[in-house]
């Protein structure tokens, strides 16, 4: 009886008519999401019952409260999504045994040679990862969330090596409303789950424009971007892929062995990807009782990011972690700005995008016959044409924008170059305003650390601003400059990497500080995938072309990368929790280039450091064999949720219980000033460091054979004195593969230096002399008073630190 009483409080309530608002005539009424936990056991249809009995309620007929639901979440959690008035979402929320009550937001998308960078080679046989090509994530069932698939494309065909579906597979592959998506030819061994879901977008933004192929209501991808995820986590082996022959190679997931379970919850709308919370959540709430084993999501909303319990993605995560699913996030393309990374909870893995070592070199070739190298996609490169400056084509001399061009004539049978530093301008927007002034191609200059190729439509080459510099210096000095563009090349293995793409979002988290995020980084840029034939490379209205392949960039790009690792680890190690595939790769994950320098931090000039990064860049290989795992139970989650002010209450319905009763209390009556940073997490953040600190971090050994002993290595932070007990952890070996010894250690983290405010950077390494486990410590020492802040703003400007006028 105990475990059913959540739900049974909010029944009894309504029964008796304690809640009864009506709805309001005229009032608006938006989609939002009404989130009740766990689903205390009920089987979906009794837990449906339950949701229309809460709602009816607040309806004067009670129809009306059928009508108004959109989704029930009666398998993987409970609650729903409804159209609702603020009236009526106010007082829901204020109803026992209801965790959270917000508006559906619309979020975004975040958008071959990356595992032969990752040392992820087809034909690598080494020790340390022949178990790894045993296994290839065989029978692993990776879901992806994202804009759907493309069935026909060589990534997901059908193979006699993948053998018969698992058996614990319980999803489908639905045909959906038009003849675009057949299930008999579409799904197989292969793609062996298909869904979509359409309720919330067309709440919120009207209904799907389907007219002309502009869209499928099915599970067929329009847009490209689920494709391209769900070939780069977990595509079949498909040879000689290329994009219009650059890149050419085999192209694969990194579990190419791994099932695929596609969930379309993104639309092409407003010429981009839309994805509503709604569908998000209805998504998650099929994939857990489908039995996926990863989740892939490369979407998210940017910051002011929400509360945890109140975003469809960080609801779905922290469920799928109490069923033992990975789910595995994309950080966001808000960079290089501090605090704007998403997906920020710490049940989530959140991945950062950085670079591989090849590129795409492109020779500019001047009038005068200097040579500049920059970076294109040109497969036929372009004969001599007329060179100009932004001035002879844009109204006011310098911005290359669509609302600046002189005439629909200006730029005609001409090249131009166009400078990013000369207003809010990108190389796609400088692109489209030259097409549209009739020119022929754009050479664009940018800062040293943002230039990469990038596809336009319109020929464009990416230089940096002193190429661009030179090259405005030659067109003033010429009657009539010319330029030709030699066809691009495909180059590996000579430039550094990885680095740091300057898109990618940074932390620190704006609300969990005490987690690290992003948790590692992953290859994110001109990343080479399937993708839709009848979808543009660009997505670009006036591109008419068709490719099997593209090659894009984003953290969409990085955040599959890890899920396909994710899958290798699970194939490996079914039994390891979440937590412990999440500890694994972030401890094994490493801070330097191919050259052995520290990782470049993209758009700075600076090194990468954990708000860039998290952990470091994923290694594959060691990440299979860690040595030691943070590992975290329900107890350990109570405990968390006790720190940010939940209640006991909430928590009985947050938190679903192990083999064991769970105590769900709060110690001491609920949360210290670091309580959050003590959950077992694989990294150390103290973002207020005032004075003497304690963590305690339990690892557990899961090295092979078991008998290992680890000593501690400690880089404290500038400004900070760490010290680590004991130093020295021992574990017994075992034998018929047991092995799961768990020890703890304690870190105390005092400040060195009187400040307030800057983040300083560390680390604690235990090695056993093969493995070597990485927790990255991060300290920001705040313990200069603030009388002291004042006193020295009032020295820096020359003031009394009170107003004259009111003196």
Not at 80 to 91: D, M, R
Not at 475 to 504: E, H, L, M, Q
Not at 797 to 805: L, R
């Amino acid at each position: 009886m105990k475990v059913f009483l959540p739900l049974l409080l909010v029944v009894f309530a309504l029964s008796f008519g304690v809640y009864t608002v009506q709805s309001t005539p005229g009032s608006r009424a938006d989609v939002h999401i009404v989130y009740l936990g766990h689903n205390n056991g009920l089987s979906p249809s009794l837990t449906s019952e339950s949701h229309l009995q809460l709602l009816s309620r607040i309806f004067t007929k009670p129809d009306e409260a059928r009508e108004a639901i959109l989704y029930n979440y009666n398998c993987g959690f409970s609650g729903f999504a409804a159209l609702l008035n603020s009236t009526q979402a106010s007082t829901l929320s204020e109803t026992e045994g209801v965790i959270s009550v917000f508006r559906s937001r619309i979020l975004e998308l975040h958008t071959t040679r990356s595992w032969d960078f990752m040392g992820l080679n087809l034909h690598t046989q080494t020790e340390q990862s022949s178990e790894m090509h045993l296994k290839f994530g065989a029978d692993v069932i990776v879901g992806v969330l994202d804009t759907g698939v493309w069935p026909e494309s060589e990534s997901f065909r059908d193979d006699p090596h993948y053998g018969p579906i698992p058996s614990s597979w319980r999803g489908t592959c639905v045909k959906g409303d038009d003849s675009s998506f057949d299930p008999a030819t579409a799904c197989n061994r292969k793609l062996i789950g298909a869904r979509y879901y359409l309720a919330g977008i067309e709440a919120e933004m009207g209904p799907i424009d389907t007219t002309g192929g502009a869209e499928y209501r099915s599970p067929r991808d329009r847009v490209g971007h689920g494709t391209h995820t769900a070939s780069t986590a977990a595509g079949g082996v498909a040879r000689n892929a290329s994009y219009f022959g650059l890149g050419r190679g085999v192209a694969r997931g990194g579990a190419p062995r791994a099932r695929l379970a596609v969930y379309k919850v993104c639309w092409y709308k407003d010429l981009t990807g839309r994805c509503s919370d709604a569908d998000i959540l209805a998504a998650f709430d099929d994939a857990l009782c489908d039995g996926v084993h990863v989740v892939s999501a490369s979407l998210g909303s940017p910051p002011p990011l929400m509360p945890l319990f109140a975003t469809s993605t960080e609801i779905g995560a922290f469920h799928a972690m109490q069923r033992g699913v990975v789910t595995v996030f994309s950080a966001g393309n808000d960079g290089p700005d501090a605090s704007l990374v998403q997906n920020v909870s710490p049940w989530g893995l959140t991945v950062a995008a950085s670079t591989i070592d090849r590129r795409f070199p492109t020779v500019i070739t001047l009038g005068n016959n200097a040579s500049i190298v920059g970076e294109s996609f040109l497969v036929d490169g372009m004969k001599e044409k007329q060179l100009v400056e932004s001035s002879s084509v844009f109204a006011d001399g310098r911005t290359c924008t669509f609302d600046q061009l002189i005439s629909r004539t200006a730029a005609t049978g001409k090249m131009v170059l166009c400078f990013a530093t000369a207003g809010p301008v990108s190389s796609e927007g400088a692109a489209v305003a030259v097409y549209a002034g009739n020119g022929d191609g754009v050479i664009f200059a940018d800062t040293i650390t943002r230039k990469s190729s990038q596809d336009n439509f319109l020929p464009t080459v990416h230089v940096d601003l002193h190429q661009g510099t030179q090259i405005l210096y030659y067109i003033r000095a010429s009657r009539k400059a010319t330029v030709r563009i030699s066809p691009s090349k495909t180059v590996v293995g000579k430039t550094p990497a990885p680095v740091v793409a300057y898109f990618s979002s940074r932390g620190p988290s704006s609300i969990t500080p005490h987690i690290l995020k992003p948790d590692v980084t992953a290859p994110g840029v001109n990343i080479l995938a399937a993708w839709p034939p009848k979808s543009s490379p660009t997505g670009i209205p006036l591109d008419t072309r068709s490719t099997d392949w593209n090659l894009d960039s984003g953290t969409s790009m990085s955040c599959p990368h890890v899920s396909g690792i994710a899958a290798l680890i699970k194939s490996v190690h079914p039994t390891w929790s979440p937590a412990a595939v999440k500890s694994a790769l972030m401890t094994s994950a490493y801070m330097y280039d191919d050259t052995s320098d520290v990782m470049l931090a993209g758009g700075t000039l600076k090194a990468a450091d954990a708000f860039d990064v998290g952990a470091g860049h994923v290694d594959p290989l060691r990440a299979l064999d860690p040595g030691l795992v943070y590992d975290a139970g329900p107890r350990d989650h109570v405990l968390f949720l006790c720190a940010l002010g939940y209640t006991a209450a909430q928590i009985r319905q947050l938190v679903l219980p192990d083999a064991s009763p769970l105590d769900t209390t709060c110690p001491g009556g609920g949360a210290g000033p670091h309580a959050a940073g003590d959950l077992n997490y694989p990294a150390i953040v103290l973002p207020d460091l005032s004075a003497p600190v304690t963590v305690r971090r339990t690892v557990t050994n899961v090295g092979r054979g078991g008998g290992a002993v680890y000593r501690a290595a400690v880089a404290s932070p500038q400004g900070a004195h760490v010290e680590v007990w004991p130093r020295e952890l021992a574990f017994n070996p075992y034998h018929g593969g047991g092995g799961g010894e768990t020890a703890s250690y304690y870190v105390t983290v005092a400040p060195a230096k009187a400040s307030r405010g800057r983040f300083d950077f560390g680390e604690i390494v235990w090695s056993d002399g093969f493995h070597r486990v990485r927790t990255p410590l991060v300290v920001r020492v705040t313990n200069l008073p603030d009388d002291a802040v004042r006193a020295d703003t009032a020295a820096a400007t020359g003031t009394t630190g009170y107003s004259q006028a009111a003196a």
